[in-house]
């Protein structure tokens, strides 16, 4: 019984470190601010002003606790199905290894967030952005090992190597990698089009799958137009047709997408639009209000993790177990 739940003990344990951790070195003093962050005493870029305490923006800092409980919850919610014995072959049930990855990413973005806001270091801004590539990159890869018939060893590889580079990137080159990209946004665009080919895979999706990157870029504001205006800049857009490279067959399994998976989007595109206000220029920034529009964001974009969490727990294998191999995702 013990055993059983060593994931939830061990998921609890690392963040009540991490909150030990984070409050002795708070207490000392966090060092030098980053050079994008503003003087305490001055309204910040996420529209909080800059508190001389423990925590720099402190009802930002809190609101990603949200992302705690939803990790945490995910990770109660596995060892639940362990406990009733519930046999499933979907990747998000039990104490399976793409479930775990899940739950730890998850879990990963209220501690990365809690640093950048709670600091204003350097270091705080490259864990937060590390921690949103490592939840984000999870989805769109796992659509691609399910659709490219991938096993275990290669989906973690390549999630790894990813993160690992878009890590060192950040840090030594900065938020663009260098070379004018953003990891995060794209992963956006090639999640829903790996979504696409998942529910709707054939040939000619395959083929124009990519277009569908551009309807999301649409969605955030970055028009067909402004990408044709300026291709230098948007060189990344070629990389819309990777999932359908990738996607050589049809998805083992299908998935029930209402409610959690439109509950999910439907979290999501609410807190961009409060994101969108949450910012020092937004003529609605309060700074001294105990509402911040960008911790609002953190609990809504925690729901939407969730959401999606079950939403990928309702796949159903449509295909005979001996198609597919063993250890595939």
């Not at 600091?119 to 590390?130: P, V």
Request: with cysteine; charged share 10%; glycine share 10%.
């Amino acid at each position: 019984m013990k055993n059983r739940v060593t994931p939830l003990r061990v998921a609890s344990g690392a963040f009540a470190v991490f909150a030990i951790g984070f409050v002795l070195v708070g207490l000392s003093g966090w060092g030098p601010p980053a050079a994008n962050e503003q003087a305490i005493g001055d309204v910040s870029r996420w529209c909080e002003r800059v508190n001389d305490g423990l925590l720099r923006e402190p009802i930002n800092t809190l609101g990603n606790l949200g992302f705690v409980a939803v990790g945490l919850l995910i990770f109660a919610t596995l060892a639940g199905d362990i406990e009733r014995g519930i046999p499933s072959s979907n990747r998000f049930t039990g104490h399976d290894s793409v479930a775990l990855l899940y739950g730890a990413a998850a879990l990963f973005l209220g501690p990365g967030s809690m640093v950048m806001h709670g600091t204003h270091t350097r270091f705080g801004g490259w864990i937060d952005n590390l921690s949103m590539v490592a939840y984000i990159l999870i989805p769109w890869l796992f659509n691609l090992a399910r659709l490219g018939r991938w096993r275990d060893r290669t989906f973690f590889l390549n999630y790894a190597a990813l993160l690992s580079l878009y890590g060192a990137g950040y840090w030594f080159l900065g938020p663009d990698l260098g070379i004018g990209l953003d990891l995060f946004g794209l992963s956006i665009a090639l999640w829903i089009i790996s979504e696409v080919l998942h529910r709707w895979w054939s040939l000619w999706l395959r083929l124009t799958s990519g277009l569908a990157g551009f309807v999301v870029a649409a969605v955030f504001g970055l028009t067909p137009s402004e990408m044709l205006a300026a291709p230098g800049e948007n060189w990344w857009v070629f990389l819309f047709w990777v999932p359908g490279l990738l996607a050589r067959q049809p998805p083992p399994g299908r998935r029930t997408y209402t409610p959690w998976y439109w509950l999910g989007v439907a979290s999501f595109l609410v807190a961009y639009s409060i994101w969108l206000t949450g910012t020092a220029t937004s003529t609605t920034c309060r700074p001294d209000s105990l509402f911040q529009a960008h911790a609002m964001w953190h609990l809504l974009t925690a729901l939407a993790t969730y959401c999606f969490f079950r939403f990928l727990r309702t796949e159903r294998s449509t295909v005979p177990a001996r198609a597919v191999p063993l250890s595939s995702v």
